[in-house]
């Protein structure tokens, strides 16, 4: 979810903006030691809040008179808000959030992420479009603060997002 705006010289657009992002993982059949003795029955999932500035270059490709493609390329720096943990065991469920404290001392706080994707714009007239598309984004810094272990260790999430939305040119 967010908000782009951008500069088109001739195909080329450069856009930038502000957008929110969720990333996470989930793992089934968890051992949570002497907690719960069955893991057929368990799972965590984690939750990842990123607040992000994104900064993309595209070049549209006619396809017909008012259809065009644009593949992204691009970077987005990120403020990692904060994380949820999920666990489940039978119809046991609990919910976690992690405390800024808590956050800051396994997390980094900054992250910078690449993006690669693509678009296609439907013109309904020569100020409004319509926008679908696909991107994937990698955290391309470690998400883990590793200064905080006594070992290394490193974690780079992914996301596969599908965008939709509105071209307004002013």
């Not at 001739?10 to 990333?23: C, D, F, I, R």
């Not at 489940?88 to 609990?94: A, I, L, N, S």
Request: no cysteine; aromatic share 16%.
């Amino acid at each position: 979810m967010g908000l782009l705006a951008g500069y088109q010289i001739k195909k080329w657009k450069l856009e930038t903006g502000l957008q929110y992002m969720v990333s996470g993982y989930r793992l089934e059949r968890v051992y949570f030691g002497s907690l719960y003795n069955d893991i057929q029955n368990s799972s965590t999932k984690q939750i990842y809040s990123h607040l992000m500035i994104p900064i993309q270059l595209s070049y549209a490709f006619p396809l017909y008179d008012n259809i065009t493609v644009e593949p992204i390329l691009g970077v987005a720096e990120s403020f990692n808000i904060g994380e949820t943990n999920i666990t489940q065991y039978k119809d046991d469920r609990q919910s976690l959030k992690t405390g800024n404290s808590a956050f800051n001392n396994r997390y980094n706080r900054f992250s910078l992420w690449g993006t690669a994707g693509f678009r296609f714009e439907y013109r309904i007239d020569p100020k409004l479009s319509i926008l679908a598309g696909g991107t994937f984004q990698y955290m391309m810094t470690n998400f883990i603060q590793s200064t905080q272990l006594s070992y290394y260790t490193s974690q780079h999430n992914y996301a596969l997002l599908v965008n939709a939305g509105l071209r307004i040119k002013i």
